[in-house]
């Protein structure tokens, strides 16, 4: 079988390795070039096979059919242009293009469950950040029916696995620094995550704040969201709004019991439970919702966006 | 010089090992006995010395001026009566004698920075559980100056260690269940620390409700709480309440910027950071506390409030 | 496709769910029953299938053509015999029938690599343990073509993830008890899987002592094998004997760099580099071999050959 | 009391902070400066209090009596004469001028216990790699008695925690890369601490070959050293000579277990365990011992030397 030529930009970090293994294992995809300037002619072993790192400036970008970017902040949008410049539609990885950031503009926000009609036509699509892909899934269904209290504020803990961090050695990465600590970061409101989620949830017609706080996990991979609800009045069935909303989702897992990383790590998936909290006078869920962040929080999300515009089966080429 | 003589009754636990440990570290003290009934005849090595384990029932309980009890939550209280029999001052660790559990009595709630007038005469002190520890103190001072939105939520999530879990063997606690894992458990304001943490809001005066959600955490020693609190106003000086409250105290800590794990793993103290919320319509803070669940929110903090109730200087024999 | 049933006697440990996994996601192969006398009746989620454990006595023996048996060391032995009575072949995890031990008898053992021949028709296998698996491996090449200096000790560090000790909940099990600790154990050649090794040297016609000191790693799972082989000359071409030896083999993979557990955790194969001694006045080599204990240690062995055994092909259902 | 100023070169990696550390808590030490060329002008909180980074060349040198140097191996022993020319002793981390590197010369290799009478008066002592000192203690008694048969080769596999790799940011020491993995690396004998091994071995006066692995353990700290020796013959008292070389030693304990990372970390002490090996023809011993890599095997070790060069107490601020 003939199969579809895609590059990967800025592949030596931990979501583009993540995007070469997935490509590489795809029936219907073939790694065209892989891209990482710092570890150019460098030799990487990813699922299995070797592979070689050539030089951006080196990428035979019109020979993909569609590109993959993986490069950091502020570096993609460049590279997204001059993909789309040479004829590639792009799923782009980094935040450049998502709402609320810098060059936002009409690529629409690839939450595929959120914005399926969007996705295949779209050139260019902009690949949601993990915490709120693990976000805004669990909540959407609340927000879409009218169900959360209007003026309130909806209070995220979300936790994630160091990988969410990136590749680039950091001393305070290391493994002697992690080990044995979990600790909050951007404490206020301050992460950079927040632009997109607050434009989606706007979008979903919801009036509501948002208050986030990110930790760091001492695990590599995953993402747990930890999220108390202001409703308008008590769920009968508590678990009806995701039901409905995500019923023919193959990557959505419901739980009749809260989440763990490992219910979802290697795997494109968001899970999720919710339960009415007791001993409280004024109606709140809590949610817990759980991804790995390479996978649906990134890779994995951006194959299935790139399935769509591609016309393969949106669930082919991903582990559920 | 002499020493007071003390016993510890459930040693072979988690919070009765780091017990004897400060035990027989103390400058003051000396440990008369340590019982662990399914573990009694046993040798074991605790602060570098031999310490032999007895039965509950050959504790020569009369021959210590304290007693501490480290003994499972049930089991606790008939131990507490049985030494106080004897003549013994106790500290009981387990939640049996906290307000809103079982045996709740005229014992006052031993979160020492709250209640040191009740401590030294009290023949008996309950002392706090390990998530109460790190919360109450952390929200205490906004509640008794009336700063918290009246009939409002705080909202709490926690995560422990694995030592807050004990160390008894259960399946669910093995190394290779709990590595690279995380998740939440009691969800829906379902934990067993929530009536005491409630009895202590109220006692403070405050008419609000509690929404509290632990984590488990793949670290051996530490708890984490990131509250949010719904605020009368903004503050001006956000720390000033802190400041104020805690000005004299020995094992309270603030800090600039959020604390981790590792700032106070080890040590008997609390550290509390707080910043205000941007982006809320309603004025909120986000608070970060942070404890050893075994120092500050279980043997540490018994120490504490047996240094108090034998008139030994309070931060006597305590890694601050 | 008609599949083989299949059955699993002692299914809740790890190397039985790791079984039923295998089994599950096997092309050819179909689950008939999944003993585990202790959580009888109890449902766990395997492969993303739900599967109810049944009482050993309460197992349709009759009903399979092949039975694993992952019970306990000891206890295993009568079950073989019991499923042999019913017409069942069986690969038998437990040490029991294997070489230099209690039961052993004509039942090959099977190092598949090594004992090819003897497997497919076989009624009963004694499937290796995991440290010699990992050790055998790697020195049977050095052993067969008379390499190794007659008379010498094969001196091996070996060490394994905590899953090599089972999941009954022991204390020294738990996370907060291995969490930033290793150390050896059966020091001075005392470990239970000596014999078998021995055995093994001496079928393959080698005079050669064994030193074998086992550690336990702060990792859930894997095992690494650092060996020391003193030889009768310099190697000109160090890896020629184990590519001789393994040139057709699935299973096996031969290294240019000392393999670390990442490379193999997960996959049914074994991982060997060589590299000869510089400095020291008698040749000699050190070899560093790995294996996930739970793959090719166990449940991919065991697969593998049953495989061979139901006239299967050797690789299918297995992960290399 | 009058403190004796000291000053610390390089207090930026693990070794220098804990340094710092031992100094800042040294009831006779005072810090005079802490020296940190990346990290000049920056603050450290370390033992509490709050430290400010200096650069190198603006460290008062003359105004310490004593200065420890944990720099860069090929970026000391430049500093070292420095520090000598302003009168300074000094004690050096590095390899530098150990036996075997590039720049020995007279300095007292002070693997202390084998050296105690050379180091009160040595300007200058070349303090020893981690491994050898987890390593040559525990042979050197067997090596002194002439208890090891000549022209054999001991065998030692060791594994270190990763502060061992120091602080610097490299890719391959990131959390997510070394939780659940375990290496060899330097095989074949290609490790840079071979040549002080070796070197210590021949003054000791035995005539035996070393063969070293050093492995990668996912832990903070830590050696852990498993060393087969050939002996002469059995021994009939198999600890003997440990007890008989160590009667009077506060830093070496004898264990009658194998010791584990956790029985050491945080203290200056080695712990040593030695076992018969059973069935092999040839006697030979299997020896354990363990350290704190940053403890007994670098800063401990340094300030114990240093109490000896300054005149303190030997045991004076390290914890045993």
Redesign the interface.
């Known amino acids: 079988m003939h199969k579809i030529p895609v590059g990967v930009l800025g592949a030596s970090g931990?979501a583009g390795r993540e995007l070469c293994q997935l490509v590489l294992r795809h029936p219907a995809l073939e790694l065209t070039f892989a891209t990482a300037n710092e570890r150019r002619g460098q030799l990487a072993t990813i699922a299995g096979r070797e592979l070689r790192f050539i030089a951006g400036d080196d990428a035979p970008l019109a020979a993909a059919e569609l590109v993959f970017s993986a490069l950091p902040h502020g570096a993609s949008s460049e590279w997204v242009a001059r993909a789309a410049a040479e004829g590639c539609r792009v799923v782009d990885l980094s935040s450049d293009l998502r709402p609320g950031n810098d060059y936002a503009g009409n690529a629409p926000y690839g939450l595929t469950e959120l914005a399926r009609p969007a996705i295949p036509n779209a050139p260019v699509v902009a690949n949601p950040g993990c915490y709120p892909t693990a976000i805004l899934l669990a909540i959407a269904p609340l927000l879409s029916e009218g169900l959360v209290e209007p003026?309130s504020?909806i209070?995220i803990?979300a936790?994630s696995?160091?990988?969410g961090a990136g590749?680039?050695?950091?001393?305070d990465?290391?493994?002697?620094?992690?080990?044995?600590?979990?600790?909050?970061?951007a404490?206020?409101?301050?992460h950079r995550h927040?632009p997109e989620m607050?434009a989606m949830v706007h979008s979903l017609g919801a009036d509501v704040?948002?208050?986030f706080?990110p930790?760091l996990?001492?695990?590599?991979?995953?993402i747990?969201a930890?999220i108390?609800v202001p409703l308008v009045a008590p769920l009968g069935d508590v678990m009806a709004p995701w039901r409905e909303a995500y019923a023919a989702e193959p990557f959505v897992e419901l739980s009749d019991r809260?989440?763990?990383?490992?219910d979802v790590?290697g795997r494109n998936v968001v899970r999720i439970?919710a339960?009415?909290?007791?001993?409280?006078?004024?109606p709140?869920l809590?949610i817990?919702s759980a991804i790995d962040n390479l996978m649906k929080g990134a890779a994995g999300q951006a194959v299935q966006n790139g399935n769509l515009m591609l016309g393969v089966p949106e669930a082919q080429g991903l582990p559920s």
């Open positions: 931990y003026g504020a209070s803990v936790a696995g160091v990988t590749a680039s050695p950091r001393p990465l290391l493994f002697a620094e992690i080990v044995e600590d979990y600790r909050a970061y404490v206020g409101n301050a927040l607050r704040d948002l208050i706080t930790h996990l001492p695990v590599s991979r995953g747990l930890t108390t809260a989440p763990s990383l490992r790590v439970h339960t009415p909290l007791a001993n409280v006078r004024r709140a809590l817990v």
